[in-house]
């Protein structure tokens, strides 16, 4: 993420909770909280006057104002921080807006000077298309495979995978529909090889479809043991989805694995 981005959202956060916490202080009791500790198991609390400097005890059945104490210092010491570091960054911020930052350099270069330049950092824009300039051919279909089709015209194999590429679109996750690896000296072509641009983190895809198929079944399963001896793991590189005709995936589970691992 852009830092110029990054610090404007830590900017915004600090001025609301600054101000959502001097709004507190107005309604704070007087004076300040003390503690001293007795023992092991014996706390006691007491209340300073502020302009005498005079201490009264404060029972434990008055816990409402030993909180509301506490809670007041708390929110003083929180102004006075989060003051001294909106300083620091609408400093920086000011440094950004009027120098740019690093990755600026290339992209203010003429196209035809780009190509002579590998830079320090790609931008995001240059992350994907880097990443997209993959060129395969895709695998084939037979006469009377059913003709699914994507939002982006692609032809897929089932309505699953229909909906599956349709909600990485509409995310604007950036994909390739069955393109081929090699895993222990085989061709594989796992459904979606995806991107998550936020890690600059890529994850294979698997939808199983038909659980229910013994012979299904025992196919994925030598088939997921070959990626996991090859480093594709559930939870850290692969995403699996998975149904059966009696138990259907819903669009629901799709999207919390979309915003889970490619968001």
Request: hydrophobic content about 35%; some cysteine.
């Amino acid at each position: 993420m852009d830092i110029r981005k990054i610090m404007d959202q830590r900017a915004s956060f600090l001025e609301s909770a600054k101000k959502q916490k001097q709004v507190a202080l107005i309604r704070a009791p007087e004076g300040r909280l003390r503690v001293r500790k007795r023992s092991e198991t014996i706390t006691q609390y007491y209340y300073q006057d502020e302009t005498t400097g005079k201490e009264i005890y404060i029972p434990a059945n008055q816990m409402d104002l030993i909180t509301a104490l506490a809670q007041k210092e708390y929110d003083q010491k929180f102004i006075k921080d989060a003051d001294r570091e909106l300083k620091e960054v609408k400093r920086m911020m000011a440094f950004y807006q009027k120098n740019g930052i690093v990755e600026d350099l290339f992209v203010g270069c003429k196209e035809s000077r780009q190509a002579l330049i590998t830079p320090i950092t790609l931008t995001d824009e240059q992350y994907v298309k880097k990443w997209m300039d993959v060129q395969y051919e895709p695998r084939g279909f037979k006469p009377d495979d059913p003709e699914y089709r994507t939002n982006r015209g692609e032809r897929v194999r089932s309505r699953m995978e229909v909906i599956i590429a349709n909600r990485l679109d509409e995310h604007h996750v950036h994909y390739f529909y069955e393109r081929p690896i090699i895993l222990s000296g085989r061709e594989f072509r796992p459904d979606f090889y995806c991107l998550n641009l936020r890690l600059r983190r890529s994850y294979f895809w698997e939808h199983l479809g038909m659980l229910g198929d013994p012979q299904y079944g025992s196919c994925t399963a030598w088939k997921l043991n070959v990626y996991a001896e090859n480093g594709i793991l559930p939870g850290k590189n692969l995403i699996l989805t998975m149904e059966s005709s009696d138990s259907p995936i819903s669009t629901d589970i799709i999207d919390k694995m979309i915003t889970t691992f490619l968001i």
